[in-house]
């Protein structure tokens, strides 16, 4: 149980252009998601918290009206990259917190965005 | 404000026993994991401590001492597929993940 997905594993795009990830709790229901961006060598950066049904709370320095966050549903969180340029190329990771026990996150596998 | 520190890279050999330590400072606490991140794919959960102790799962334990604001990582038996990156991250009282930085352990044989 408890698994995450992300979609797409990877992407490259032109210098521009937007790129949307999906993230989705399968088995179970996420009133809260987290986005985190990585770079090489790097540890976790948490970019925005998503909460279902309210606006994201986006962490000190994350533009918000480039990093578009949309938590639709109880099971799937988007984040939009808009106007990507070749310094927003990073491992982006979304997590889904299970809201019992010990709020434990599981992970999406990541999506590996590359913008030439 | 919120810190946590662990040390940045590790060497053992494979078969060997390793002990990865992570201290911190947050403004409240409500458990802390350790995480395990190989090269270019996701973090997997490994353990979760909240109460003082040692907890053993197969080859990993974890400790924590609230008191002294430490934890330790222990892996025993060493293999090569252990070699990856381990984090540690506290609970604040927001129950929101403070993360360290990561661990880089390297296995020689």
């Known amino acids: 149980g408890a698994v995450v997905s992300q979609h797409p594993s990877w992407v490259i795009c032109k210098s521009g252009t937007s790129v949307k990830i999906e993230c989705r709790s399968l088995?179970?229901?996420?009133?809260?998601m987290f986005w985190y961006r990585q770079f090489p060598k790097q540890s976790l950066m948490l970019m925005a918290t998503?909460?279902?049904?309210?606006?994201?709370?986006?962490e000190q320095g994350v533009e918000k009206d480039k990093f578009l966050i949309n938590h639709a549903s109880l099971t799937l969180s988007t984040l939009t990259v808009t106007s990507a340029h070749p310094e927003d190329s990073s491992f982006y990771i979304c997590?889904?917190?299970?809201?019992?026990?010990?709020?434990?996150?599981?992970f999406g596998p990541g999506t590996r965005l590359t913008v030439l | 404000g919120q810190n946590i520190d662990q040390p940045t890279e590790m060497t053992a050999t494979e078969g060997a026993i390793v002990q990865i330590n992570c201290t911190y400072q947050?403004?409240?606490?409500?458990?802390l994991f350790w995480y395990q991140q190989h090269a270019g794919e996701a973090p997997t959960f490994l353990s979760y401590?909240?109460l003082d102790g040692l907890e053993e799962k197969g080859r990993f334990s974890s400790f924590l001492s609230r008191s002294k604001g430490y934890s330790y990582l222990l892996l025993k038996e060493l293999q090569m597929k252990d070699s990856a990156s381990y984090l540690c991250a506290v609970l604040d009282s927001n129950y929101q993940l403070i993360w360290g930085a990561g661990t880089k352990l390297i296995i020689k044989p």
């Open positions: 947050t403004s409240g606490f409500n458990g």
């Open positions: 997590s889904a917190r299970v809201d019992r026990g010990y709020n434990e996150q599981f």
């Open positions: 401590n909240v």
């Open positions: 088995d179970f229901q996420a009133t809260t």
């Open positions: 998503s909460n279902e049904g309210s606006k994201a709370t986006y």
